[in-house]
C-alpha cells in the first residue's frame, strides 16, 4: 500500500516501529503532537494515523482515549509492538564507558534495575528517539541512550546491552485510524468493534446497560471509564467487544445499550491482531 502513516515522536520512535511493522509499504511522517497527527489524516496529509492507546506495563495512554471518540478519524486496525529497549552509545563506546543514559522517563523506570546495578545514572529526555538523537549528536562517550533498534540504526548509535527492560512482556497496542471507516470481514482471528458510551443518569444504569452482552454471549475484552468536560458527574466509558456490529449477538446487545445511554459511538470495527491470542 503506498502513501503515508503518521506517527507522533522523532524518527526511531517506537510509534515509527509500529508504523514499519504494520504497514511497512508506507511512508512514516513523523509529527510533534498527537492532535498534529489527527490533523495530517484530515488535511490529506497523511492516508493513515498510527496512535498508541496502551501498554502492559504503563496502561493506558490517556491523551488519546480523550481525542479519539471526536478526532474524526476511524479505527481500521490495530497493532501489537514488543517494546524491546536497547543500551545505544556512540560508535566504538563500551558499556564500562557509561555514566548516564537519556530517554523517556518511562522508559528509564522500565529500566531501573538494569540501570542500578551498573551504576548508571538516569537522565531525563523528551523521547526516546529524540534522546537517540541528541547522544549522536553530543559526542560524550559516557552518555547513552535508552530507545529501540530502528534508533539505533536511524542515528548511527552501536548497541551497547539489548533488551535491558524489567519487564519480559513489555508491549504497546497501537490504532491505525483512517478518514473512513472499513466494515468489511477480514483478518484470520475474528473482528473487534470499539465504541464510546455515556448511560443515562438513572439508577444502575452501567449494569442494565452492559447486562445485553452477557445475555446475548459476547465477549467484552475492555472496558476504561474517564471523565469528560471536566465534570465529575459526566463519565464516559471505552469498550472493545470481540465481534462485527452486523452479526445478530451483537447488533441485540448494541440495541439493549442504546437504550441505557444518552451516547454511543462506534470508533471502528477491525481485524484482531493474531497477538491479542
Known amino acids: 500500500m503506498e ?3 503518521a506517527f507522533q515522536g522523532e524518527p526511531g520512535a517506537y510509534s515509527h516501529q509500529a508504523c514499519v511493522s504494520a504497514r511497512p509499504g508506507m ?3 513523523p509529527c510533534r503532537t498527537f492532535e498534529d497527527v489527527i ?4 488535511d490529506g496529509q497523511a492516508e493513515l494515523a498510527m496512535l498508541p492507546v496502551e501498554n502492559t506495563t504503563f496502561g493506558r495512554v490517556p491523551d488519546n482515549h480523550n481525542l479519539l471518540p471526536d478526532s474524526g478519524l476511524h479505527i481500521v486496525d490495530e497493532a501489537f509492538v514488543r517494546v524491546h529497549i536497547n543500551l545505544l552509545g556512540l560508535k566504538g563506546a563500551h558499556l564500562a564507558d557509561i555514566q548516564a543514559a537519556m530517554s523517556h522517563p518511562v522508559l528509564l523506570g ?6 542500578k546495578a551498573h551504576g548508571i545514572r538516569r537522565v531525563t529526555g523528551a523521547d526516546t528517539a529524540g534522546s537517540a538523537r541528541h547522544v549522536a549528536l553530543g559526542g560524550d562517550r559516557t552518555m547513552a541512550a535508552l530507545a529501540g533498534d530502528l534508533a539505533g540504526e536511524i542515528y548511527g548509535l552501536d548497541v551497547l546491552a539489548r533488551h535491558i527492560e524489567d519487564q519480559g512482556n513489555n508491549t504497546t497496542r497501537f490504532l491505525v485510524m483512517a478518514r473512513e471507516p472499513d466494515m468489511s470481514r477480514r483478518g484470520a482471528h475474528g473482528m473487534i468493534t470499539s465504541f464510546v458510551f455515556q448511560v443515562r443518569n438513572i439508577p444502575a444504569a452501567l449494569y442494565k446497560a452492559l447486562g445485553g452482552f452477557a445475555t446475548n454471549s459476547v465477549n467484552m475484552t475492555k472496558l476504561e471509564s474517564y471523565m469528560v468536560g471536566g465534570s465529575f458527574t459526566a463519565t464516559q466509558f471505552y469498550a472493545d467487544i470481540e465481534g462485527h456490529p452486523e452479526d445478530d449477538n451483537v447488533r441485540l446487545a448494541l440495541d439493549e445499550l442504546r437504550y441505557f445511554t444518552t451516547r454511543l459511538k462506534v470508533l471502528g470495527t ?3 491482531d493474531p497477538a491479542r491470542r
Not at 490533523?39 to 484530515?42: D, E, I, N, Y
Open 27 to 29: 511512508e512514516a511522517l
Open 3 to 5: 502513501g503515508r502513516i
Open 270 to 272: 477491525y481485524p484482531a
Open 110 to 115: 522500565q529500566c531501573r534495575a538494569f540501570l
Open 39 to 42: 490533523a495530517a489524516v484530515h
